[in-house]
C-alpha cells in the first residue's frame, strides 16, 4: 500500500513553532502535495501545496504569511513550517497527494492521504 508519512508533530508553547514533514516517496513525484488539518469537532481544512515541480505554491488565505510549505523535489518530501502557533492551530495535520494545488477545505483532487500527525498547542 502506497502510502504518505506525516512526522513531526507533537506539543508546544503558544508562540512557538513547529516543523512538519510528509515524506510521499517516488510514487508521487508527479503529484500536487498538501497540507491539510481538522481539529476536534471541526470539517477539515485545506492550508497549503505546491505542484509536482515546485514552481507554483497555493495557500489558504488564513494561514498565508504564518505557515511556509516547502517541497524537495529529488526526496519527494514536503515541509510544513509554522510558526508564531496559538491554541487554535491545535489538530491532526495531513499530507496529501493529487492533481491540483488548490482542493479547497473538501480535498478536492486529492488522491492519497497519510494518517496525520497531532500538534498539540499550549496556552
Known amino acids: 500500500q502506497v502510502l504518505l508519512l506525516e512526522t513531526g508533530g507533537g506539543l508546544v508553547q503558544a508562540g512557538g513553532s513547529l516543523r512538519l514533514a510528509c515524506s510521499a516517496g517516488?510514487?508521487?513525484?508527479?503529484?500536487?502535495l498538501a497540507w491539510f488539518r481538522q481539529a476536534p469537532g471541526n470539517e477539515g481544512k485545506f492550508i497549503a501545496a505546491k505542484s509536482w515541480h515546485g514552481a507554483m505554491t497555493q495557500y489558504a488565505k488564513s494561514f498565508e504569511g504564518r505557515f511556509i510549505i516547502s517541497r524537495n523535489k529529488a526526496t519527494v518530501t514536503t515541509h510544513l513550517q509554522m510558526n508564531d502557533l496559538t491554541p487554535e492551530d491545535t489538530a491532526v495535520y495531513y499530507c496529501?497527494?493529487?492533481?491540483?494545488?488548490?482542493?479547497?477545505?473538501?480535498?478536492?483532487?486529492?488522491?492519497?492521504w497519510g494518517r496525520g500527525t497531532q500538534v498539540t498547542v499550549s496556552a
Open positions: 517516488n510514487f508521487f513525484n508527479d503529484y500536487a
Open positions: 496529501a497527494a493529487g492533481n491540483t494545488i488548490s482542493p479547497g477545505d473538501e480535498g478536492y483532487g486529492m488522491e492519497s
